[in-house]
């Protein structure tokens, strides 16, 4: 059994800023890459930050140089720093993260609940 438990969203006006915070637990064996969604109503998720175990990112367009990625390998957690929040930021904030169990040579895809970010004008 694994867990992606995400925490960090909120309400925030434009300009500021918030840092979302996702923990794997459970039989997590072995993690690898890890990255950040975002799905806003009426649209498609969409992959907005990642990084691999080593620590390499990837950024979409709309987010590089605004959003930071970073992760914890001793905790299991990955962090997404957000600044300069804009109201199309508005969306659910999902953590995803290729999880490898003990009695499985194989990595799975796992995802977190969601955590809803709103930004007001």
């Known amino acids: 059994q694994v867990t992606l438990e995400e925490s960090g969203g909120g309400s925030v006006q434009a300009g500021g800023s918030l840092r979302l915070s996702c923990a794997a637990s459970?039989?997590?064996?072995?993690?690898?890459?890890m990255g950040w969604y975002r799905q806003a109503p009426g649209k498609q998720r969409e992959l907005i930050a990642g990084?691999?175990?080593?620590?390499?990112?990837v950024y979409a367009d709309s987010v590089e140089g605004r959003f930071a990625i970073s992760r914890d390998n001793s905790k299991n957690t990955t962090y997404l720093q957000i600044n300069s929040l804009k109201p199309e930021d508005t969306a659910v904030y999902y953590c995803?993260?290729?999880?490898?169990?003990?009695?499985?040579?194989?990595?799975?895809?796992?995802w977190g609940q969601g955590t809803q970010v709103t930004v007001s004008s």
């Open positions: 990084i691999t175990s080593e620590g390499k990112t």
């Open positions: 995803n993260a290729a999880i490898r169990p003990r009695a499985s040579t194989t990595f799975f895809s796992y």
């Open positions: 459970g039989d997590t064996e072995s993690l690898n890459e």
